[in-house]
């Protein structure tokens, strides 16, 4: 069984380096002048049942930033939770769910992806959701 990045704090980020480029001729061919847009599937568990939001302001939401290359995109993730909050094991945090997002900055060469919850403080929820993993298409 793995591991999730969970209790991300506003000031909290986990970063990775992903390296991509370009194969022609059997050689890599790397251009860092140009940047692409690459559609991502951000695999995520929020079992938060908020109801003091989500009666109120309509969210039952957690914040995540995902940065790319200095590049962020902020996004808000449903809920993933399909146990009960109360008898299930895992109290619905080991349900996982899907949210795809494209995000720009990616360049040929390596990509610095870094993971967070800027502004977590100032929104409706201070911790952002729990990151189980990222799939990128290439």
Not at 115 to 127: F, H, I, P, R
Request: contains cysteine.
């Amino acid at each position: 069984m793995g591991s999730k990045l969970t209790h991300l704090a506003p000031n909290g980020t986990a970063s990775i380096v992903i390296a991509s480029g370009v194969v022609e001729g059997g050689r890599v061919i790397i251009d860092k002048t140009k940047t692409v847009k690459k559609y991502v599937d951000v695999y995520f568990c929020n079992n938060d049942i908020a109801f003091s939001t989500s009666w109120g302001m309509g969210t039952n939401t957690r914040n995540m930033t995902l940065t790319v290359n200095s590049v962020t995109t902020r996004v808000e993730l449903p809920l993933s939770g399909k146990s009960s909050e109360l008898f299930s094991q895992g109290k619905g945090w080991q349900d996982t769910g899907v949210f795809g997002v494209l995000l720009d900055g990616w360049i040929d060469g390596e990509n610095k992806v870094v993971v967070g919850n800027a502004y977590g403080d100032q929104g409706l929820v201070t911790y952002g959701a729990d990151l189980v993993g990222l799939g990128v298409y290439w």
